[in-house]
């Protein structure tokens, strides 16, 4: 790489940096364009209706004094008519025969209110209805005509629209008919503008109260608790009744008009905050509209608050759309993240409803049907689902740190156990140096003085060799049970080489030589599991074959073979040979020595000794020819037993 | 110890040999009269100096618990008064404990209490002809201390970093039971240089002066100053 490699390189990865953000922003757009496009498709379709037959819209229409023919579906340009509202008359035939079916008068849609009159008598006063008096909503109205007031043929409907803001009035094509053909398009009207809103808001309250509990329990993140004020406030909107008449309590809830610009600017907070933005005291100005109509509504009168609602709130909700739609998709493209993904798109498609809605306010739409209240419910699905997914994706981060402090904490239980036996070994070997010492100390003051007094009085007196003997054995037996605590660091050979002063020591006064051969370089393989107790049996059986050859075989010569094998396996293993040319014994059988008790005690005990330390003893031994003499071949475990468990 | 060699007329060699208990103080004292040697025999620490006020020696054999003081202060004493006397602890097992204390203070080797009376003879035949002994359990003990543990190991202090890798491999070789020839044929080494190299480890061992322990516990970490 040159030296300008170094500039070029950030330089390119940069450029690759950018290159991937646009075309991330470009599939975004795509994709919401393709939502708007998909959400103008379905509500440019127009909802069923009932057998057109049925349809009457020839209407002769008397508004503000003046009388002419018009055809439904009619826009009033009136604001307010209450006190002189429009009035529609018009005709409808009922055929003979059908006085046995009810029939009625089904008005899809209209703002704000309407009075239905046949043949001069009143069936349906939609004022009633809280549910219908909300312009926002798209309640429908059914009523059964009684079947005294009408008669076969021509009969005369009167239709009252009373209107009070703060949009204009509109009244939709109405149907009359046998009830049995309106129904059903009713009660889809009804499902999807009444039932619907309502089983969102419960939705609503549920999330109101899982995000103000997770507020209240994660105190450092507003973001829940006013995304909680945002759905209490909603859950208060859809379920509190708007009656029509003057009451002290009406200016109570005209607050509720304030809602729509309060709910939607507690959203636009939450949707900063989600975006990682810092709460800033400038941001109540995004709570001035709601505020303002607030107090419009206590102080002022309906006309007023009307009138502001159309200024202020309707413009507040669109603004805090676009601003939420701008932050969600740099939120959503920045982080990658899925919870500003969904709400991106459920802006989308909010901000299509609102203009749409906003088109049929100015009556650029063939009917009058809002939908921007309904597709807040995409908003409220985004947010279930964002909460969702964010409290997954936290399980499954505690999981994962779970799980790696398991593993830490394992890992560390296993090198403190490590430690603990290394620790433990160690103290062992010093509890056994300190107590190799305490020992040695004791034998030196008293056993081992006294010994040597034996051997010393004994050789004085002349006559009692047996007694010197013995005293001798003695020390050399002492000797070796000192020697075999020392720490040898598992190399038997440490131990032969004391053992092997012993054996000349032993020999030199029978004229006995000792021929010490390791065949192998390095003696014997290292056992680390190598006990004191292994290396006593391994020197007395060896002190056995030693004892054997000069007391019972004549021999001249000692042999001491010491080697590695390798079996098949590749392990390696120690393998001690003691080879004397003397007498040789005939050996029985069942492997003891043939003839002479002693002998035979001698290789018994040999034999339990190698095999409580897990080794092979094989013994040959010959009376005749030139090989004569007794071999005995001592094979080691590629690993000392632990316990004494094989004691045979 | 394990060596014979013919060494010359013993008639001038005197040995002083302390030793508290009777009959192994007769017993050696017979041994080594019978060789030849001239020997002072003593019971005590007292009587040891009274023998060595008459001369020096040419070989101490000297036990170490003695009733009147300790036989190391004997050996520490009679190295710096005769530097040439051949030093020689008697031991009854031959363990550590004993000998390597002896040996840091200027002894060299040790004698076993219950020794034949031949091996007693040619034990200092070869100590006079300067070949020092070296037990198989004694170089076990000082290679062992060559090897570095995380804490100083139990027994007796003993500083080996004066030590040469050829003389730490001789005394593997002596630990692991291996003859002398067969140690300087694996170290490519001729037979007869071998046992100025135990010679030479013998003296590497010993402490010679207060300030010299004070700079080698220095050395060693065992003292921060």
Known sequence: MNDHGDDVQPELRGRARRRLRSSRLIQYLLLQAAITVAGVAVLLQSLPGPPTQYQVTAFQLTEAGAERAVTLPYFSPLRNAMNDPPRFRGHFVRPAGEASRAWSVFLPRFTNGVEVTVNDVVILDSRRDPAANRPDRNTPAIAVIPASVLRDGDNAISIRLFIWGPITGFLDRIWVGPDEALRPTYNLRTLVFVTLPVVFSSWQAILAVILGIMWVMRRHEPAYGVLAAAMAVGVGQAFLQTPMDETPFSRFNVILISSAPIESALVLVFALLLSGWKWQRYAWIIFIPGIALALAGLFGNQALVRALFLILAVPMVGISLLIMAVVTARSALQRQNVASFLLGCAVTIMLTCWIVDLLSVFQMMPNRIFTARLSYSAMLVAIGAGLTWRFARALNQVDGFAGRLVTQVREAEEKLKASFAREEERARAAALARERTRLMRDLHDGLGGQLVSIVALSERGNGSAGIGDAARAALKDLRLVIDSMDDIGGDLMLALGSWRERAMAQLRPHDIALDWRAVTAQGLPVHPELRPWHVIQIVRLLDEAVTNAVKHAEARRITVRIETLVDADGLERGCITVEDDGRGFEIAPDGGAAGAAKTARGLRNMRSRAARCGAELELSSSAQGTHKGTRVRLTLPHRFPDSDGAAG | ?225
């Open chain 2, 1 to 225: 110890m394990n060596s014979l060699s013919d060494g010359p007329k013993a008639e001038a060699i005197t040995v002083v040999l302390v030793e508290d208990d009777a009959p192994t103080l007769w017993r050696l004292q017979d041994a080594l009269a019978k060789a030849g040697y001239q020997v002072r025999a003593a019971g005590t620490l007292a009587e040891a100096r009274a023998c060595l006020a008459q001369g020096a020696p040419k070989v101490l054999l000297t036990d170490l618990q003695l009733p009147d003081g300790h036989g190391v202060d004997l050996i520490r004493e009679t190295r710096r008064r005769f530097p040439d006397t051949e030093i020689m602890v008697i031991s009854i097992l031959g363990d550590e404990e004993s000998v390597i204390s002896a040996i840091t203070v200027g002894a060299t080797g040790y004698l076993l209490k219950d020794a034949f009376p031949t091996d007693i003879a040619a034990t200092v035949r070869d100590l006079v002809a300067g070949h020092s002994p070296i037990s198989a359990s004694i170089a076990r003990f000082i290679v062992r201390r060559t090897q570095s543990t995380p804490e100083p190991p139990p027994g007796p202090a003993l500083n080996t970093t004066k030590l040469t890798p050829r003389e730490i491999d001789i005394l593997w070789g002596i630990a692991k039971g291996f003859s002398y020839a067969e140690i300087a044929s694996h170290l490519g080494l001729s037979r007869q240089t071998v046992p100025g190299h135990i010679k030479s480890i013998y003296r590497k061992l010993e402490v010679h002066t207060r300030g010299e322990a004070v700079f080698e516990a220095v050395q060693q970490g065992l003292i921060k100053l």
